[in-house]
């Protein structure tokens, strides 16, 4: 019996080596045992099964007992259901229970099914293992592709563009980016408990998320995350929920999230940063937990943006982009229009009057301006946000460089 287990052992082993997944892992060792056998995770979902019957309906009733287990115990359980007794191995991957390997015995074959159970279980911890090392890599790999592309560096971003090319990571628009400030501190961490934590916020953001996440990546407790764009009351919903699930995630702390606005690909993630910084300072001075997409960051959110040139040209792509696209003349006879109707006070009367044209011509184009702008005229703040790109336009225009 110890020569053909020992030859079961060297087996497995040439299968793990050879990249074999645990499939062939648990054939192998219930054709040994000439019985049946299976893999179920810590919920007691079948993973894999090699038997004559259905694994879920099999796997239940045993998954059932392993379920009221806290510990596991080094040296299995034996649990018997109905008429079949099991063998349950526990597969241990740095210090947790992360599955269980099941065998149907019989009496007289309970220790060679220990043995057996246990080499799988052991091999499962090494396939387990060998996949979050290789996951881990691949978002240490990410990790540093998507910072390099948030940094205001061109040589670096254009080195993480490759690398992203390279690993065939989806950076194509539309996309946002969403920054997560936890308040966790990364004095006394180990570099284990962060890896830990990125693991933990990967599965969280990557389950709700689904097929729109493009990327996750940690800074020490510093969280980026790159989606599809979405429409804009989905993005803010969906910040929302990413505060309270990473809250939770984080042992309840205080979670803040702030998001861009749609950019369009990789090479332009770097203004995408700065515009989910003014997101994340402006739910910062909230005082509390939650989430600000930049569209509706606000006054204080405009007042931020406006700091540098390149906020600025933001600023006005992102309020008078389709308008400033109208050819020449169109252009600025719309401009005039709401320039006139906002030192008028908002008077279509007043403003017909100093523009000398029909009342009834000022709605007309400011209906067209609404339409070219999404911005609501008849709304206080809409309209603070189409004064203030007035004056930008009007500054950017005037610079001696745009008239040459």
């Known amino acids: 019996m110890l020569f053909f287990y020992a030859s079961l052992a060297q087996s497995l082993m040439q299968m793990l080596l050879q990249g074999a997944g645990l499939s062939a892992i648990v054939a192998a060792a219930a054709t040994f045992l000439e019985s049946e056998i299976g893999i179920v995770d810590s919920s007691g979902a079948p993973i894999e099964w090699r038997g004559t019957d259905d694994a879920?309906?099999?796997?239940?009733?045993?998954?059932?007992?392993?379920?009221?287990?806290?510990?596991?115990?080094?040296?299995?359980?034996?649990?018997?259901?109905?008429?079949?007794?099991?063998?349950?191995?526990?597969?241990?991957?740095?210090?947790?229970?992360?599955?269980?390997?099941?065998?149907?015995?019989?009496?007289?074959?309970?220790?060679?099914?220990?043995?057996?159970?246990?080499?799988?279980?052991?091999?499962?911890?090494l396939h387990r293992l060998e996949q979050r090392a290789a996951r881990r890599a691949r978002s240490e790999t990410i990790d540093a592709i998507v910072w390099?592309?948030?940094?205001?560096?061109?040589?670096?971003?254009?080195?993480?563009?490759?690398?992203?090319?390279?690993?065939?990571?989806?950076l194509d628009g539309p996309l946002r980016l969403y920054l997560c400030e936890s308040g966790l501190s990364e004095a006394g961490s180990t570099q284990r408990a962060f890896a830990l934590l990125h693991d933990q916020v990967s599965s969280s953001i990557a389950a709700s998320k689904k097929e729109g996440l493009r990327a996750i990546a940690?800074?020490?407790?510093?969280?980026?995350?790159?989606?599809?764009?979405?429409?804009?009351?989905?993005a803010?919903?969906?910040?929302?929920?990413?505060?309270?699930?990473?809250?939770?995630?984080?042992?309840?702390?205080?979670?803040?999230?702030?998001?861009?606005?749609?950019?369009?690909?990789?090479?332009?993630?770097?203004?995408?940063?700065?515009?989910a910084q003014i997101a994340l300072e402006v739910a910062r001075q909230l005082g509390r937990p939650g989430a600000i997409v930049y569209d509706r960051a606000g006054v204080v959110g405009i007042l931020l943006s406006l700091r540098h040139e390149v906020g600025m040209q933001r600023f006005l792509e992102l309020n008078f982009g389709r308008l400033l696209k109208e050819k020449g003349a169109k252009r600025e006879l719309l401009l005039k229009t709401l320039r006139a109707f906002l030192d008028a006070n908002c008077s279509h009367e007043t403003a017909s009057r100093r523009l000398g044209v029909h009342r009834k011509t000022i709605p007309q184009r400011l209906a067209k301006i609404s339409e070219l702008t999404g911005l609501d005229l008849t709304t206080h703040d809409d309209r603070l946000v189409a004064d203030l790109s007035l004056y930008v336009y009007q500054m950017l225009m005037n610079r001696p460089e745009a008239s040459r």
């Open 218 to 234: 940690m800074q020490g407790a510093a969280i980026a995350i790159v989606c599809s764009d979405q429409p804009l009351e989905d």
């Open 56 to 125: 879920a309906q099999t796997l239940t009733a045993p998954a059932r007992l392993l379920a009221k287990k806290t510990t596991p115990a080094a040296d299995g359980l034996t649990l018997a259901t109905h008429d079949t007794n099991w063998r349950a191995q526990a597969v241990v991957v740095e210090g947790d229970a992360v599955a269980w390997v099941l065998g149907k015995i019989m009496e007289k074959e309970d220790d060679l099914a220990e043995l057996t159970l246990t080499q799988v279980a052991m091999f499962a911890a």
């Open 236 to 275: 803010e919903r969906f910040a929302q929920r990413l505060a309270l699930q990473l809250g939770k995630v984080l042992d309840d702390r205080r979670m803040i999230v702030g998001g861009s606005s749609q950019f369009q690909s990789a090479e332009t993630l770097v203004i995408a940063y700065r515009e």
């Open 148 to 170: 390099d592309l948030l940094r205001d560096n061109d040589a670096a971003r254009a080195a993480a563009i490759d690398r992203a090319a390279d690993i065939k990571l989806p």
